[in-house]
């Protein structure tokens, strides 16, 4: 079994985004971006959104370097569960290590986001 866990204060990510919002288009993808500001306040989704893509990086040495942050996705299924997308280099290198479906966990407070991640190996 393989966990990843990490946890984001929310009023960080709101700091670099105004500092820098070409954060935004680096770390998020459209889909994200676009589901995020549907909510009167985005910032703790994209701040528990940015967890989840750190969580999955921790997962497995296979992802902590050269794994783009755009190619861990968070999406939204029908039933509201969040989900991981990899693509490129990242879903190359899971297809690599037989690694099972990884899921994912995401909660926000006011003020700190977390989010887990857990996958089988072969």
Known sequence: MLIGIDIVDIDR???VVKRTPRFLSR???QQELEYCY???DPYPSLAVRFAA????RKLHPIFAGGIGFQEVEV????QGRPEVVLHGEALARHFR???GDI????????????????????
């Not at 899921?103 to 072969?122: D, E, F, P, T, Y």
Request: proline share 0%.
């Open 13 to 15: 990510i709101r700091i």
């Open 27 to 29: 770390v998020f993808t």
């Open 38 to 40: 549907t909510k009167s």
């Open 53 to 56: 893509k750190e969580a999955v």
């Open 75 to 78: 999406v939204t299924d029908k």
């Open 97 to 99: 290590e037989n690694l």
């Open 103 to 122: 899921a994912i966990s995401l909660a926000h407070s006011q003020n700190q986001a977390i989010a887990s991640a857990v996958a089988r190996k072969g």
